[in-house]
């Protein structure tokens, strides 16, 4: 079969699959293609590469996990796209132009909550709260079967338990809605960090959005590095002759300002 004739039956059995009503675009038509043509793998591959990409849905990234499967490669997990934050103010600005709540009032509300929760969990409550119920977590320090054994040293403090309500996952659920997911092919912080040109546009914009300064969450987000990689890159920008950037503390964070 010549080369006009391939092309001509494949892109006729792509017309054909998007009049039959089937989703053309997704990784079963890929698979349904490859199906087809197996043998001409350069075009296949070619018409691959030309489709366009989902912009739209929770972005997502894929990782190998430990287990493998029958043909000793790695199973994979999911995770909701990494260096994606929002901060308090972020939410409060939010608020404010959205639902006319007065700066400010957030932040002192969750620092009431903070003082306030943890007397009350530390007395074996569970906090009820329209988004979820808040309780801690313990955990014996050695192996014990019989329960008279235990003695209150035993016990230690093991952290803070968080299950959300139902309506709570509800909102979510319909926020995520029909546009649903997107795979995010994220590329390795080696090779983000090699790529100057970008990095150097990621500081400007996480400058810019942040009025004069960045910080490592703003700057991971930007560069899409992981904080790790965003803290040493900052931090190397701040060292020799002729540094780039002034690291400063306030409160609890450090802020970078060009020098």
Same mark, same amino acid.
């Given at each position: 079969?010549?080369?006009?004739?391939?092309?001509?039956?494949?892109?006729?059995?792509?017309?054909?699959?998007?009049?039959?009503?089937?989703?053309?675009?997704?990784?079963?038509?890929?698979?349904?293609?490859?199906?087809?043509?197996?043998?001409?793998?350069?075009?296949?591959?070619?018409?691959?590469?030309?489709?366009?990409?989902?912009?739209?849905?929770?972005? &997502? /990234? %894929?990782?190998?996990?430990?287990?493998?499967?029958?043909?000793? !490669?790695?199973?994979?997990?999911? =995770? $909701?796209?990494?260096?994606?934050?929002?901060?308090?103010?972020?939410?409060?600005?939010?608020?404010?132009?959205?639902?006319?709540?007065?700066?400010?009032?957030?932040?002192?509300? &969750? /620092? %009431?909550?903070?003082?306030?929760?943890?007397?009350?969990?530390? !007395?074996?409550?569970?906090?009820? =709260? $329209?988004?979820?119920?808040?309780?801690?977590?313990?955990?014996?320090?050695?192996?014990?079967?019989?329960?008279?054994?235990?003695?209150?040293?035993?016990?230690?403090?093991?952290?803070?338990?968080?299950?959300?309500?139902?309506?709570?996952?509800?909102?979510?659920?319909?926020?995520?809605?029909?546009?649903?997911?997107?795979?995010?092919?994220?590329?390795?912080?080696?090779?983000?960090?090699?790529?100057?040109?970008?990095?150097?546009?990621?500081?400007?914009?996480?400058?810019?959005?942040?009025?004069?300064?960045?910080?490592?969450?703003?700057?991971?987000?930007?560069?899409?590095?992981?904080?790790?990689?965003?803290?040493?890159?900052?931090?190397?920008?701040?060292?020799?002759?002729?540094?780039?950037?002034?690291?400063?503390?306030?409160?609890?964070?450090?802020?970078?300002?060009?020098?």
């Amino acid at each position: 079969m010549t080369d006009g004739t391939s092309q001509f039956v494949a892109m006729f059995y792509i017309v054909w699959m998007l009049v039959s009503g089937t989703e053309g675009w997704n990784f079963h038509f890929y698979e349904d293609f490859d199906c087809f043509w197996r043998n001409n793998h350069y075009l296949c591959g070619k018409l691959k590469y030309n489709m366009p990409r989902k912009k739209n849905g929770m972005p &997502f /990234e %894929a990782h190998p996990t430990p287990q493998k499967d029958a043909k000793g !490669e790695s199973l994979l997990y999911v =995770t $909701p796209q990494s260096g994606l934050k929002r901060t308090l103010h972020e939410l409060e600005t939010y608020f404010g132009d959205k639902y006319s709540i007065r700066s400010g009032e957030m932040t002192r509300m &969750f /620092e %009431a909550f903070m003082e306030a929760a943890p007397i009350w969990m530390a !007395e074996g409550y569970r906090i009820e =709260t $329209p988004i979820g119920t808040f309780s801690a977590k313990i955990e014996l320090k050695r192996d014990i079967t019989n329960p008279d054994d235990i003695k209150h040293d035993d016990v230690a403090f093991k952290g803070i338990d968080f299950r959300p309500t139902k309506q709570f996952e509800k909102e979510l659920k319909y926020a995520i809605g029909s546009d649903g997911f997107r795979y995010v092919r994220k590329p390795t912080s080696s090779r983000i960090l090699n790529n100057l040109q970008h990095l150097e546009e990621a500081l400007q914009k996480s400058i810019k959005a942040n009025k004069g300064y960045t910080t490592v969450a703003s700057f991971a987000r930007y560069s899409h590095l992981t904080e790790h990689s965003a803290r040493k890159q900052l931090n190397r920008w701040c060292c020799g002759d002729s540094p780039k950037l002034q690291k400063s503390r306030i409160s609890h964070a450090h802020i970078y300002t060009e020098i």
